[in-house]
């Protein structure tokens, strides 16, 4: 069982590897919206220059947190049922 630490490794490795071929892969793992539900570490992430300079014309929309299986490893992106789920929770 993976903890919140090599969770969250894992999901920025995750994120360093899909980003590759988007647009723009200057994005990070939002370390403080981070959560655990269950046996999975969700992680949110967006654009460095609107976490670190708060440019609002940054800012992702529409981007799936990222899941990290507490027990394989496994990573992948939310569906967006899921998200839905975890907004509706307050938690995205």
Known sequence: MLDRREAQE??????AEQSQS???SN???ISQDCFVEGERFI???DRIE???????????AGNL???????TGTCSFITWAKADE??????L
Request: glycine residues 2%; charged residues 25%.
């Open 10 to 15: 894992r999901a920025a490795a995750f994120l």
């Open 22 to 24: 988007w647009p723009s």
């Open 27 to 29: 994005v990070r793992i």
């Open 43 to 45: 992680a949110p992430y």
């Open 50 to 60: 609107f976490l670190d300079d708060g440019d609002e014309y940054s800012r992702l």
């Open 65 to 71: 947190p990222i899941c990290v299986d507490l027990a």
């Open 86 to 91: 975890y907004m509706e929770h307050d938690l």
